[in-house]
């Protein structure tokens, strides 16, 4: 038994993510397959949030800029240049405004959200380092695989190569 979100457009059933299509492409074109629906929101991805912190770590790694040194550090910035503010955890006192940022490993988000920060977070990176943003995405989406997902993509690559 394979488990997937769906997104319900237009009537018609659309897988929800990628990782979704992925699971879809087990089954056969046209094979009828039972299906219990319930109405849900999928949370963050595990993947993309593995992605996101392989993204700061290439950043850390590629800058002597102080401020951008560290993988901590860059999360930090991106959110400051976010302004990805947690609103009920900031406060003023005395006249001073102590700024909280929300966290990027959310307990539940929501994907279009997930996906509008995980991009705005890969802009800025690639911004920063002066790289296109697809190709710090590669890196990052490279960088976060686990061991049978590489060895899949070099089987994959090994079967491109041969005539």
Request: aromatic share 8%.
């Amino acid at each position: 038994m394979k488990e997937l979100h769906m997104q319900l457009k237009d009537w018609k059933l659309n897988p929800f993510s990628q990782e979704d299509l992925e699971i879809l492409k087990h089954f056969l074109p046209n094979q009828v397959v039972k299906v219990k629906l319930f109405g849900t929101t999928k949370e963050r991805s595990l993947k993309q949030n593995k992605r996101v912190h392989a993204m700061f770590r290439d950043v850390s790694k590629n800058t002597d800029d102080l401020q951008w040194n560290t993988p901590e550090k860059v999360k930090r910035q991106v959110k400051i240049k976010m302004q990805f503010v947690d609103m009920d955890r900031t406060a003023v006192s005395n006249g001073i405004v102590y700024v909280s940022y929300r966290s990027f490993a959310f307990d539940k988000m929501e994907q279009p959200e997930a996906n509008r920060v995980y991009n705005d977070a890969k802009l800025i990176c690639a911004d920063f380092l002066g790289v296109d943003p697809e190709v710090l995405d590669a890196r990052a989406k490279e960088a976060s695989m686990t061991k049978d997902e590489l060895r899949e993509k070099e089987h994959k690559d090994r079967a491109k190569e041969k005539p």
